[in-house]
């Protein structure tokens, strides 16, 4: 029989964990990662309308995103790359004067693609810190999110198997799926940093955090007490369970 502080820990360790779950997959699906804005908009730059489609239609290089971002307000999230456009023209009314946002997202083996010290020039030497921080900011939520979903696995089976034990190793899940997303965050700001030493945003630019990034940030600390709720419950059942053992035998 399961004491009722345990069970309350339980259950708003459980809501914890399913919160940072979503807050999670939602950061990782949007685009706000990370925002440019520019004050003419890429309105007063007459390539615009070449970096729009060069961006949009073209193949990935790293510098030529960069600028293409700094010029036209754009937006960067772990799996898409934004940018503004002008609203869409239709034949029976006036062009739309509202901007909109343009997304393309990431292929898997561009995730994959080195980074380079000169970033739009591959005969440079190959930057390992950048590729390896790039790589890690996507690859460590969809670890955590793993974690998580295992950790859940394992909850349903001990509660089918009226077991306290497994509860442990939720906990465990929980804290290692906690450090993966303080980690992704922490690459992809360490990533930003370093490319922005090296492809520097033109004078008058503003970069700030998105409110993706923000979200992922916030699944961090949910996991942390979601873990020490497991864990608290586990150590503290198991200790009250030994001393009614010992006195039941004395």
Known sequence: MVDNRYATALVIGSVLSLLAAVYLSVAVGTQHWFQYSSPAGGHGDTNASVLRKDFIDGEFDEKTSSETLYRLNGTLGLWWRCILVPGRTHWYK?????????????????????????????????????????????????????????????????????????????????????????????????????????????????????????????????QMMAAALFLWAARSHRKNYTRMVAYRVA
Request: charged letters at 10%; a neutral charge; aromatic letters at 10%.
């Open 94 to 222: 006036e062009p739309d004067p509202q901007l909109r946002l343009q997304c393309v997202s990431f292929t898997l083996p561009q995730q994959f693609l080195p980074k380079y010290k000169h970033p739009g020039n591959h005969n440079s030497d190959e930057d390992l810190l950048r590729t390896y921080l790039w790589r890690c900011q996507f690859l460590l939520p969809l670890v955590s999110l793993a974690l998580v979903f295992l950790s859940g696995l394992v909850g349903v089976c001990a509660c089918l198997c009226r077991s306290f034990t497994p509860t442990v190793g939720v906990g465990v899940l929980h804290l290692l799926a906690a450090l993966c997303t303080l980690g992704c965050v922490c690459c992809f700001r360490a990533g930003m940093d370093l490319l922005h030493q090296y492809a520097t945003p033109p004078e008058g630019v503003e970069s700030s955090m998105g409110w993706s990034l923000y979200l992922a940030l916030i699944s961090f600390p949910l």
